[in-house]
């Protein structure tokens, strides 16, 4: 049974820096796309953050965080890392880890295994 297991998220100042991690128990990871999603506080939806190819040869991100947010992989540690600089309050959310197969995308609709979050909150 795969696992996508969150981690690396806490209370942080505006200004700050956060690094999550995604570990996927179970899951051959170098052959899986990975990305990172997150739900602002009463958000209805998952917004797409960033997401990495199998090999991590190609990246993307949503226009808020680009220049400040670098999501990388290590496929021999089958870890997903999520860089989080210059965070502001706007950044508060639940994180979410998430895996595909085939290609990159940033719409949560395209993932159908999820790990349970982890909590980033960003203090002005």
């Known amino acids: 049974q795969v696992h996508v297991v969150e981690s690396g998220g806490g209370l942080v100042q505006a200004g700050g820096s956060l690094r999550l991690s995604c570990t996927t128990p179970?899951?051959?990871?170098?052959?899986?796309?990975m990305g990172w999603f997150r739900q602002a506080p009463g958000g209805k939806q998952r917004a797409g953050v960033s997401?990495?190819?199998?090999?991590?040869?190609?990246?993307y991100y949503t226009r808020s965080v680009k220049g400040r947010f670098t999501i990388s992989r290590d496929n021999a540690k089958s870890t997903l890392y999520l860089q989080m600089n210059s965070l502001n309050p706007e950044d508060t959310a639940m994180y979410y880890c998430?895996?595909?197969?085939?290609?990159?995308?940033?719409?949560?609709?395209?993932?159908?295994?999820w790990g349970q979050g982890t909590q980033v909150t960003v203090s002005s």
């Open positions: 998430a895996t595909r197969a085939g290609d990159c995308y940033l719409a949560a609709s395209w993932y159908n295994i």
């Open positions: 179970g899951l051959t990871f170098d052959d899986y796309v």
């Open positions: 997401c990495i190819s199998a090999n991590g040869g190609n990246t």
